[in-house]
């Protein structure tokens, strides 16, 4: 089921602490944006069936990634996007983000998108694999 706007938002904004709703949306859309860019085919379009309309699109039509960025050169991407960010900060926007986005897909599409990035992306979505 899509999840609305405003709770997306609201979500990404108390778990990233954020002062204001534009503080939260200007997270959730670079960190959308970059990861459209390490997703394909179903299953990108499987989690931004899950998106509101807003941020399905900037999955859907994501940034360009030469190559998949391991999860560290994942937040300092973020924190380039970022005005005045730092890497710890964007550790906190990614984090806010793709836990909420966690929380919207069932086990077996999260599964399937992890399986799509390269390890350690697991603790990012704020599900950490058990080995």
Not at 12 to 30: F, I, L, P, Q
Not at 89 to 116: C, G, I, P, R, Y
């Amino acid at each position: 089921m899509t999840m609305r706007w405003d709770a997306f938002i609201q979500q990404v904004r108390e778990r990233g602490e954020y002062g204001s709703h534009e503080e939260a949306d200007r997270a959730a859309r670079v960190v959308l944006a970059l990861l459209g860019a390490h997703l394909a085919g179903e299953d990108r379009a499987r989690v931004a069936a899950r998106l509101p309309e807003t941020y399905a699109l900037i999955l859907l039509n994501p940034l360009q990634a030469a190559e998949p960025l391991d999860p560290q050169r994942f937040v300092r991407a973020t924190a380039a996007w970022i005005d005045g960010a730092t890497e710890q900060t964007a550790a906190w926007d990614v984090s806010a983000v793709l836990s909420v986005v966690a929380d919207s897909l069932d086990e077996d599409l999260m599964h399937n998108v992890l399986l799509q990035l390269p390890p350690g992306y697991d603790v990012l979505f704020g599900r950490p694999q058990t080995s």
